[in-house]
């Protein structure tokens, strides 16, 4: 405790995002807190899309979700993509911070309680092996780490494969995003015994059209899945 406090006063707790000094490792200050477009209320149940009215505890559905048949159960997110939701979702995909990664997954574990299941397994949506050469790590599986031991829930880092080289899906349109996945995500063959009849929550860093999430979901449902549900860090809306 005496080493514990020593360190304290020489490494005092500070914001993930602009160094003052907070009461928790890994927190924010008052004035990040207050700029994050935290999730919460009335919800819509597929994708976590704030919706205007209470929460009276039905399952409704944002307009995307109407449209678009979801091949998942259900889906939650911690933040907006606006913002500092957006900053840390361009921070650890692309700026290696991979610190925010624990952060975030306090705020994902509180808005995957609805989905957590007695046999849930947690599984990250994965990246391409050269992508994954180049950046070094896949924020999905960093987040799907963290998530795992917030909610101490088994995790199967490397239960999906991406087998094609996909082009960056930013500033494409939905129908090209579904497009380009087709075929492009499949199960590793030597995960089939942990996911076969099991509840898995697919991990991401952020939902914009869902075309990745539906694939993955396709993918874990052909190898025998029970159930899947989808958890974000931040979600895009028509207002982002």
Not at 24 to 50: E, M, N, Q
Not at 64 to 75: E, L, S
Not at 133 to 140: D, F, V
Request: charge should be positive.
């Amino acid at each position: 405790m005496k080493l514990q406090s020593a360190v304290r006063l020489i490494y005092p707790p500070q914001c993930v995002f602009c160094g003052a000094l907070t009461d928790s490792d890994f927190g924010l200050c008052g004035d990040c807190w207050r700029g994050s477009a935290f999730i919460g209320g009335l919800v819509c149940d597929a994708c976590g899309t704030p919706l205007p009215g209470e929460d009276t505890g039905e399952k409704v559905h944002c307009d995307d979700c109407m449209t678009i048949a979801r091949p998942w159960a259900q889906g939650r997110a911690a933040l907006l993509y606006q913002d500092i939701g957006r900053k840390m979702v361009l921070g650890i995909k692309h700026g290696d911070r991979t610190d925010l990664a624990r952060a975030a997954s306090a705020w994902m574990a509180t808005a995957a309680e609805p989905l957590i299941r007695p046999d849930t397994l947690i599984v990250p949506v994965p990246l391409h092996w050269f992508r994954l050469l180049r950046r070094r790590y896949n924020q999905a599986a960093l987040l799907g780490h963290w998530v795992a031991h917030q909610l101490k829930v088994p995790l199967c880092p490397d239960a999906l494969l991406r087998k094609t080289r996909t082009k960056p899906l930013e500033g494409h349109g939905r129908d090209a995003r579904f497009a380009a996945l087709q075929g492009a995500i499949s199960l590793h063959p030597g995960r089939a015994a942990q996911v076969k009849g099991r509840s898995i929550l697919l991990v991401d860093d952020v939902m914009t059209s869902g075309a990745t999430l539906a694939a993955c979901t396709e993918a874990l449902h052909a190898a025998g899945a029970a159930e899947v549900c989808v958890l974000l860090l931040a979600r895009v809306t028509k207002e982002n």
